[in-house]
Nanobody, 123 residues
């Protein structure tokens, strides 16, 4: 079982990035996925999640700027980030939890974690 986050890099304030979480070793169909981030010197925080049926939920700071989506046929989950700010600089992680249904819960109690990808927002 492996979750591989990718797509991070250096972006200017106001720019956009799309992170991918590529999954291998299990069938995505009954799993909810979540995105987290951890900035230097801070605790990991949740960004949002997407249910197995494709319904997303977001923390307040992410609402309107971040979009989580999934493509089960491609074994991928995405985090589209727009209008990035310096405070979005962090290592971003994807995680999976067996949770079939219409809703997801953003929780640190996950079944599988990816290794993280670094996003740096700087001019």
């Amino acid at each position: 079982v492996q979750l591989q986050a990718s797509g991070g890099g250096l972006v200017r304030p106001g720019g956009s990035l799309r992170l991918s979480c590529t999954v291998s070793g299990f069938d995505l169909e009954d799993y909810a996925f979540s995105w987290f981030r951890q900035a230097p010197g801070t605790e990991r925080e949740g960004i949002g999640c997407i249910s197995s049926e494709g319904s997303p939920e977001y923390k307040d700071f992410a609402e309107g700027r971040f979009t989580i989506s999934r493509d089960n046929s491609a074994n991928r989950v995405y985090l589209q980030m727009n209008n990035l700010k310096s405070e979005d600089t962090a290592v971003y992680y994807c995680a999976a939890k067996w949770d079939p249904g219409s809703y997801c819960i953003l929780t640190s109690s996950q079944g599988y974690w990816g290794q993280g990808t670094l996003v740096t927002v700087s001019s």
